[in-house]
């Protein structure tokens, strides 16, 4: 693919249940990151994987947030019992390494949490 | 720990004027920085990036920026505006093999652009 996949673009979920957000990373990029931007908080990060190191969590709010990445490749991120202050949009970014390169964004996935 | 300040929340300015978006960065070390352009609904687009050397940097859609160190500032500007350019502007400090603080980028809090017509 050309770029950053993620789906869905948008979810609508009831508070309290499980989502997962998938992000397909552009092929041969070996880092890939999650964001979350919401009204108020701006763009934050939430998580980081390089390669087949340990990744990065320091960005995840809370233990209901978890996310993994197979084959070095496509990352799922899973938000357990959704609260409504998970309503954000969720990006994906993904890098040839870290350290100079540039991150390439996908178009992220909306999520409502009612 | 590294932090991004973009003092301007919403700016407007007339079609063909030129724009300057003010960018100021806390950070301990030679910064790696960005700036990215988000339209409604759309990911974040790189506009520019400066990582050494020449501190005025040229991007895409005729954007520039300059870094001045003694300023701690990365300001974006662009000489004549386009009403395709109405979008949110975000500055961003990247991760560096001098940096301490992580793989992440650390934005800004964004600004809105509007253009009148």
């Known amino acids: 693919g050309a770029g950053v996949s993620q789906s869905p673009s948008n979810k609508v979920t009831e508070k309290g249940k499980d989502v997962e957000l998938r992000c397909d990373p552009i092929s041969g990029h070996t880092a890939l990151y999650w964001y979350r931007q919401s009204l108020g908080q701006g763009l934050e990060f939430l998580i980081y994987f390089q390669g087949n190191s340990a990744p990065d969590k320091s960005g995840l709010p809370s233990d209901r947030f978890s996310a993994e990445r197979t084959g070095g490749s496509v990352s799922t991120l899973t938000i357990q019992r959704t609260q409504q202050e998970d309503s954000a949009v969720y990006l994906c970014a993904s890098s040839l390494g870290q350290n100079q390169n540039i991150q390439y964004f996908g178009a992220g996935t909306r999520l409502s949490v009612l | 720990a590294q932090s991004v300040t973009q003092p301007d929340i919403h700016i407007t300015v007339s079609e063909g004027a030129s724009l300057e978006l003010r960018c100021n960065y806390s950070?301990?070390?030679?910064?790696?920085l960005f700036w990215y352009v988000q339209s409604p609904g759309q990911g974040l687009q790189l506009l520019l990036k400066y990582f050494s050397g020449d501190t005025l940097v040229q991007g895409i859609k005729g954007f520039e920026a300059e870094f001045k160190r003694s300023q701690s500032s990365f300001n974006l500007r662009k000489p004549s505006v386009h009403w395709s350019d109405a979008a949110e502007y975000f500055c961003?400090?990247?991760?560096?093999?001098?940096?301490?603080?992580?793989?992440?980028?650390?934005f800004g809090g964004g600004t809105r652009l509007m253009v009148k017509p």
């Open positions: 950070y301990g070390a030679t910064p790696y």
């Open positions: 961003a400090v990247g991760p560096s093999i001098y940096n301490n603080a992580g793989n992440m980028l650390t």
